[in-house]
């Protein structure tokens, strides 16, 4: 499974996105290619991806692409980021 977290700039929230999922993927006994895109190349990126984890604000503007989207409000927030990946990856 490839999951691609995606922030503005490819920087810092991409970063936090990908350690929270890392941790929660573990929790859930989960593996999983993680990898950080920025907007700009995420659509293309989201082309080979399973799913996506960003905020609402670039989910919206990310549109219409092949992979479901997971939005996450608090970046920081492991109980959000796993029980949101739970969800996905049990609908998936």
């Given at each position: 499974?490839?999951?691609?977290?995606?922030?503005?700039?490819?920087?810092?929230?991409?970063?936090?996105?990908r350690?929270?999922?890392e941790?929660?993927?573990?929790?859930?006994g989960?593996?999983?290619?993680?990898?950080?895109?920025?907007?700009?190349?995420?659509?293309?990126?989201?082309?080979?991806?399973?799913?996506?984890?960003?905020?609402?604000?670039?989910?919206?503007?990310?549109?219409?692409?092949?992979?479901?989207?997971?939005?996450?409000?608090?970046?920081?927030?492991?109980?959000?980021?796993?029980?949101?990946?739970?969800?996905?990856?049990?609908?998936?």
């Amino acid at each position: 499974m490839k999951i691609l977290a995606v922030c503005g700039m490819g920087l810092g929230s991409g970063l936090l996105l990908r350690m929270q999922a890392e941790k929660a993927l573990k929790q859930l006994g989960i593996q999983a290619d993680l990898e950080v895109a920025d907007i700009g190349t995420a659509r293309a990126a989201a082309a080979t991806a399973d799913l996506i984890i960003t905020s609402e604000e670039l989910a919206q503007q990310l549109g219409e692409v092949k992979p479901r989207i997971v939005t996450i409000t608090n970046f920081v927030s492991l109980p959000e980021m796993v029980s949101k990946l739970e969800a996905a990856l049990r609908d998936h």
